[in-house]
Nanobody, 121 residues
Framework: QVQLVVSGGGLVQPGGSLRLSCAGS????????MGWYRQAPGKERESVAS???????NYADSVRGRFTISRDNAKNTVYLEMISLKPEDTAAYYC???????????????WGQGTQVTVSS
């Protein structure tokens, strides 16, 4: 069984910073891509940032230059460093991992629980 545990959300003032972590545990053979998504009330879930096993990254235009995604392959963990936060960054943030649970197994997408990020004065 695979689990993705998210931590690090909270309330921050505009211009502040936060760091999110998402740690995978359980039966994990390999992880290809990992990423962060967010969903604000009344809006669809959107991709924020992603990173491949080789370290290639991709960002939404709205966060490029302010957010940094990184991963520790040895710990099956992905991070999202967020600076210069804006009220429009307020949302529930979710991590995603595309992984294989066992040798020659199928590739599935797994999701961590959401963590709320609120940017407000």
């Amino acid at each position: 069984q695979v689990q993705l545990v998210v931590s690090g959300g909270g309330l921050v003032q505009p211009g502040g910073s936060l760091r999110l972590s998402c740690a995978g545990s359980g039966s994990i053979f390999s992880i290809s891509a990992m990423g962060w998504y967010r969903q604000a009330p009344g809006k669809e879930r959107e991709s924020v940032a992603s990173i491949t096993s080789g370290g290639s990254t991709n960002y939404a235009d709205s966060v490029r230059g302010r957010f940094t995604i990184s991963r520790d392959n040895a710990k099956n963990t992905v991070y999202l460093e967020m600076i210069s936060l804006k009220p429009e960054d307020t949302a529930a943030y979710y991590c995603n991992a595309r992984l294989i649970a066992y040798y020659r197994g199928p590739t599935y997408d797994y999701w961590g629980q959401g963590t709320q990020v609120t940017v407000s004065s």
